[in-house]
């Protein structure tokens, strides 16, 4: 199957669309077929992949540079073209991904759409308001596609409450061999919290729709030590409204699963998140979470089992359940070793083949349509 992987964002870029997006290159390559990537261009080198990958030019974000956003280019489809491609798959289209959308339409072609971005939230998040605009963009992209994919039952159910149709539930996988409690490092650990400090953290964007201030509270409870790993725009605000937090910057690969392991407590504040790719890799890493009762992490923490879910945007009930977890090491125990064995089998490989089937389904429902 020859298969175009249109998506807003990819490696070197650090964050859940691009790292499906790779993931999903992987296992289409692995499995035999013949996947192409169109992504926009980044400032420096793009490293690895396990595809061809067509670049088309692209923007800083402006206020937030660590986002690209791509320009309009014939190199699109000229892609699509020259690939021959049976299916077309839009991850988390919104610019790039809408144009992809449209060439696929012009061609002919099936497209899948991945739905990954909360564009909703972060409207109220940065702009106060827009939610109906952003929602009017959403549903106009995958009601033209041919299948939509969500990541969790919740946003599942906000696609259809907004009148989009044709979705049906894609979670994400995670790498359990790369993620896994065995890596803990006292070394580290004695670095991070030289008075044998309890250690909770957080993982990724320092941005505003994080709100990763909501660990203030926890910065002030005794023998607790938070560390933040991950930069964006909000960093420097963060650095004046946690004190006493250690902050790591970015980590990726082997770096990265050696802090998970570390941590004793993994806490994620953000409240729009359609799946949350963190708490797994936490999970994983036999880290106990606690996460907001919203969005993406409702399917992922089985409260009072493997975390604690706690009301969103809510410092005071983020900073309760970091103490109960703090005061209790043989809970943390249980949440960990209960989180590990729940994420055993959502592997990328078994996850990736469920993308394939809905490809296959697609791809039978166009013949069908047809004949």
Avoid at 83 to 97: I, T
Avoid at 249 to 273: C, K, M, N
Avoid at 331 to 353: E, F, K, L, N, S
Wanted: with cysteine.
């Amino acid at each position: 199957m020859r298969v175009v992987i249109v998506t807003e964002s990819f490696p070197p870029d650090v964050n859940g669309v691009a790292h499906c997006a790779l993931q999903t290159a992987r296992h289409l390559a692995a499995r035999g077929h013949d996947p192409l990537v169109v992504a926009p261009a980044v400032a420096g080198p793009g490293g690895e992949a396990p595809c061809p990958v067509v670049r088309v030019p692209s923007l800083p974000l402006p206020g937030y540079p660590q986002v690209r956003v791509a320009l309009p280019s014939r190199r699109l489809a000229a892609a699509l073209t020259a690939h021959r491609a049976d299916v077309v798959h839009l991850a988390s289209p919104f610019v790039l991904g809408v144009r992809g959308m449209g060439v696929a339409a012009r061609l002919g072609l099936p497209a899948v759409a991945v739905y990954q971005t909360d564009l909703a939230g972060y409207a109220r998040t940065y702009m106060g308001t827009g939610e109906n605009t952003a929602w009017r963009r959403i549903r106009t992209v995958h009601t033209a596609a041919d299948r939509t994919l969500a990541p969790s039952t919740a946003a599942l159910r906000d696609l259809e409450e907004h009148g989009v149709p044709r979705v049906r539930l894609w979670p994400r996988g995670v790498d359990t061999v790369r993620f896994r409690p065995e890596l803990r490092d006292e070394t580290l650990r004695r670095e991070l919290a030289p008075n044998g400090e309890t250690i909770v953290g957080y993982v990724g964007r320092l941005a505003p729709e994080k709100c990763v201030e909501l660990l203030a509270g926890a910065c002030g409870l005794p023998r607790v030590r938070v560390v933040v790993v991950g930069d964006g725009p909000s960093g420097a605000s963060l650095r004046e409204a946690l004190p006493g937090a250690v902050f790591m910057g970015r980590r990726t690969g082997a770096d990265l699963a050696r802090i998970f392991a570390s941590l004793d407590v993994f806490a994620h504040t953000g409240p729009y998140e359609t799946f949350c790719q963190t708490v797994q890799e936490a999970m994983a890493s036999g880290v106990p979470v606690i996460a907001p009762a919203a969005g993406g992490p409702l399917d992922l923490v089985d409260h009072g089992r493997t975390g604690l879910l706690v009301p969103p945007r809510d410092t005071r009930a983020v900073t309760r359940a970091v103490a109960e977890l703090v005061a209790d090491p043989a809970r943390r125990g249980a949440y960990g070793h209960a989180g590990r064995a729940t994420v055993g089998g959502r592997t990328w490989a078994a996850v990736g083949d469920q993308l394939i089937g809905h490809y296959d389904e697609v791809l039978r429902e166009r013949t069908a349509v047809a004949a």
